[in-house]
């Protein structure tokens, strides 16, 4: 598999400065052919209020089933790092994720739910999918319990 084209796998590359600047780059699926189920799990996801500037915490579990390109997963961490200091509500954050890599990969069907750490007492949990996932592929729990505090 060539990896001639990518600009950031194997460079010393600084995280962009914002999610418009960041490049989520893709590579051929060797396995295009063939449904299954890649995930990626960002446990540590961080963005800033618009309106406090205050930090938010999320856990993210992108599920997707990969068409004929893969999302290079270097550029997706450099991607989601660009949110550290990016204003946004956690709807927006975690529905333009999953939008962006629906433009850069065009998979056949993905799924994102963000789990947010409560911010004044309240946690968020955002879920968006693009349809029905393809038959027969092995549809895992996304593995993150409800939040329940101390209760």
């Known amino acids: 598999m060539s990896t001639e084209s990518l600009s950031q796998l194997g460079q010393q590359v600084g995280a962009p400065d914002n999610p418009d600047a960041a490049v989520l780059e893709t590579v051929p699926n060797p396995q295009a052919g063939t449904d299954y189920v890649a995930r990626f799990t960002a446990p ?3 963005s800033l209020c618009p309106v406090t500037g205050q930090p938010d915490f999320a856990h993210l579990v992108i599920d ?3 068409g004929d390109r893969l999302v290079e997963s270097k550029s997706l961490k450099l991607y989601l790092t660009s949110f ?3 204003g946004s509500f956690h709807e927006d954050c975690t529905i333009s ?3 962006k890599i629906v433009a ?4 056949k069907w993905l799924r994102i739910g ?3 750490y409560p911010r004044g007492g309240i946690p968020i949990d955002v879920f968006w999918q693009t349809g029905e996932p393809p ?3 092995w549809l895992p729990d996304q593995g993150v319990p409800p939040y329940r505090g101390r209760g």
């Open 84 to 86: 550290r200091n990016h």
């Open 104 to 107: 850069a990969a065009n998979p």
């Open 135 to 137: 038959r027969g592929v």
């Open 64 to 66: 997707y089933v990969p």
């Open 97 to 99: 994720i999953a939008k």
């Open 114 to 116: 963000g789990y947010w």
């Open 44 to 46: 540590e996801f961080t």
